[in-house]
């Protein structure tokens, strides 16, 4: 198949495209005039410069494509602040929906967010008293990110409901790996500090997904009739940011002083046995991936 994917270039776009590259796909990647292409190219047949809020490119992007790959978000006016909403709106949930709309009859597979969550409804508990959610719960965020997420679903079961249509939404938590720059990378703070302080301290923690598995995720869906319809949750494990200081003092092999007075459990955990039927994806690297991503980031910090 031929697949189109916006936000090619970036750190998950990346892997998506070498992913599918792997699987047999022709990729179609959308990329900006000042975008690095020298990680993508060797796996992408054609490039189109643009932006998913330009109108003017999507023909040329869709031209061949059998499925579409919404990935790319403008992170400027999220970080604007205040968060400036008007072009936060225009530039990505009024376009995601318009391009959802262009990009018909074809696959639509969206990359969304598993922070279409916040506020959680009383769910059966797991033997471990966390309670147990599954992708029918309602969309409660507590963000103007989660919330325009949440806005495109809405749009996506429209399309497949009233017509049809094959459209998915992926829903990663945390995703983590060494990206590009790896001083950009989920834990490269955690391994400054302890280098130049020997402690770290950050309560609470999160849920985590390797960009691997999100990236496999998206080839186990493209042309699968079992997605249409239907969100995944991409969720791994969840990890404390004290157990990742742990996990990094142990690969810098330094002893530090680590608060781990924060819940070693969360009180909720995402069911993931969609994801790992219909798209083939384990989602069971646990701490020992957090580990190994960590031993690979000191590595490439150091060099």
């Known amino acids: ?50 932006s998913h809020d330009d109108d003017s490119c999507w023909a040329s992007l869709l031209d061949g494509a059998d499925c579409i790959v919404h990935n790319s978000i403008d992170w400027a006016p999220l970080r604007a602040r205040p968060v400036d909403l008007a072009w936060h709106l225009r530039t990505n949930l009024d376009a995601s929906i318009r391009l959802l709309h262009a990009s018909a009859p074809r696959q639509f ?64 938590c945390g ?26 301290s950050k309560p609470g923690g999160g849920k985590w997904v390797h960009v691997e598995d999100v990236a496999a995720a998206v080839a186990g869906a493209v042309g699968n009739d079992r997605v249409a319809g239907r969100p995944f949750n991409l969720v791994d494990c969840y990890a404390r940011y004290g157990d990742w200081a742990r996990l990094a003092a142990d690969e810098l092999g330094v002893r530090a ?35 190994l991503h960590l031993r690979e980031l000191v590595g490439s910090l150091a060099s």
């Open 109 to 172: 597979i969206f990359i969304s967010t598993i922070a279409v969550h916040h506020d959680m409804m009383p769910r059966p508990k797991d033997g471990t008293g966390r309670a147990v959610v599954t992708e029918d719960h309602p969309l409660r965020p507590n963000s103007v990110y989660g919330a325009h997420k949440a806005a495109v679903e809405a749009f996506l079961w429209a399309e497949h409901f009233g017509s049809g249509r094959n459209t998915c939404a992926l829903r990663p």
């Open 1 to 50: 198949m031929v697949v189109a994917v916006t936000g090619i270039s970036g750190f998950i776009g990346s892997a998506i495209a070498r992913h599918l590259a792997a699987a047999g796909h022709r990729v179609t990647g959308l990329v900006r005039p000042t975008s690095r292409r020298d990680r993508v190219e060797a796996f992408v047949d054609r490039f189109v410069v643009g």
């Open 175 to 200: 995703v983590y790996g060494v990206e590009p720059d790896p001083a950009d990378s989920h834990g490269a703070d955690i391994i400054a500090e302890l280098r130049k302080t020997g402690r770290y």
């Open 257 to 291: 002083e680590i608060d781990l007075s924060s819940p070693e459990q969360p009180n909720n955990t995402f069911d993931t046995s969609a994801a790992r039927d219909v798209l083939g994806v384990g989602l069971d690297r646990g701490h020992e991936g957090i580990r």
